[in-house]
């Protein structure tokens, strides 16, 4: 524990500072320059075992370049993620920045799961392990598993949830990184960039849980694990003898738009879906694809869906904001950034008021 034993004092945390440097995406000598202060100085002060202890107006000084809470900065180390354990499916267009940042806000997310679990019992994981389980294989498999059968599934985010998944959001300011998931000893989390349309945000959910079912604890790295988590993805929406039923004697893209609504997916991942069981010939899904590019539905398609949101946070917030636990007051129990925190919980980097807004009335969940 990071403590003076002598004052029992908590000391400056240089993990601590690392963290809050990559979420702002600032680099050593960026953050020298917005404080006034050498870079040699700031690199000292992020290594493991500092020489120096920074002075109260330097950590006001972090506090305000950074925008975090002066108290952040002390304390025991975080929670880390080993950045091998984390996918990112576009690494040549993904800068290391936003990679980092990224995998900051999953240590952020481990503080506020805990936070949650600490207080409430929450569904426990159900995830059976399934390496070297094929992708289609694996995909029937989970579905049987969890009792879905062969119908569409309503809410993957809820689905998640209740088998245990820890889900939360990124508003980062780019679309490079889709999503990503890690297993924390025996807990799984999957982080959903809010930047997607609702379709393609529901394609990414499955992907990370085919890496979460299928690449457990492995090295997330490499083209093949990313084809597979996208086959897993592709057979868990649609399951193959529904996609197969359907008979199309002259294919056409206003069709594939009116049946993409039975699993709430893109009209391109039904056409690459139908294309791969084939229910397509190349010629149909290469016309298909064009047709589909040049009204650019790439981008945003006729019919699309709402983004999924998380039932377990509205609950939890609900229960917690009856106790007089609003966001700014968690935001200051876990001194964590409120921006941050909106972030996670709702996908946006701010959030008005004391309070939070939920769709629905949640049913109250059982305290520990």
């Known amino acids: 524990m990071n403590t003076n034993n002598k004052e029992n004092k908590q000391l400056f945390n240089p993990s601590r500072l690392k963290l809050a440097r990559i979420r702002r995406k600032l680099t050593l000598k960026e953050l020298a ?44 180390d975080l929670e880390t ?41 929450l569904p426990l994981p159900a995830l059976p ?15 049987e598993e969890w009792h879905l059968g062969k119908k569409s599934i309503p809410n993957m985010v809820h689905l998640l949830e209740k088998n245990g998944i820890k889900v939360f959001f990124l508003s980062e300011n780019t679309v490079d990184i889709d999503a990503f998931s890690f297993w924390k000893g025996n807990t799984p989390y999957i982080f959903l960039n809010t930047k997607k349309t609702g379709e393609r945000s529901r394609f990414d959910a499955a992907h990370e849980l085919g890496h979460l079912v299928m690449h457990r604890h492995g090295v997330l790295k490499g083209a093949d694990i990313e084809k597979e988590a996208d086959a897993f993805a592709s057979a868990f929406l649609m399951p193959k003898e529904n996609v197969l039923a359907v008979k199309m004697a002259v294919p056409t893209l206003e069709k594939i738009i009116q049946l993409k609504a039975n ?18 010939s190349e010629w149909q899904y290469n016309s298909l694809l064009r047709d589909a590019s040049a009204k650019g539905y790439r981008y945003g398609e006729p019919g699309g869906i709402e983004r999924e949101k998380s039932l377990i946070i509205d609950k939890v917030l609900s229960m917690l904001q009856s106790e007089g636990v609003t966001l700014p007051v968690m935001s200051k129990k876990l001194n964590i950034p409120l921006d941050e925190l909106s972030s996670l919980l709702f996908g946006v980097a701010t959030i008005s008021g004391g309070g939070h807004s939920s769709p629905t009335r949640p049913a109250p969940l059982k305290l520990v």
């Open 81 to 121: 993620i080993d950045p091998s354990t984390v996918s990112f499916r576009s690494l040549r267009r993904t800068k290391a920045a936003d990679q980092h940042a990224a995998i900051g806000a999953g240590g952020l997310g481990v503080i506020v799961a805990s936070y949650f679990d600490a207080r409430f019992n």
């Open 129 to 143: 392990d399934m390496r070297d389980t094929a992708p289609e294989s694996a995909a029937e498999a989970l579905r």
């Open 263 to 280: 699993w709430k997916v893109s009209a391109f991942a039904l056409i690459v879906r139908m294309r791969n069981l084939g229910g397509l």
């Open 33 to 76: 320059e917005a404080m006034g202060l050498s870079s040699r100085i700031v690199i000292e002060y992020e290594k493991e075992y500092c020489l120096y202890e920074p002075t109260t107006a330097t950590v006001a000084a972090y506090s305000e370049a950074l925008r975090y809470p002066e108290s952040f900065f002390f304390g025991d």
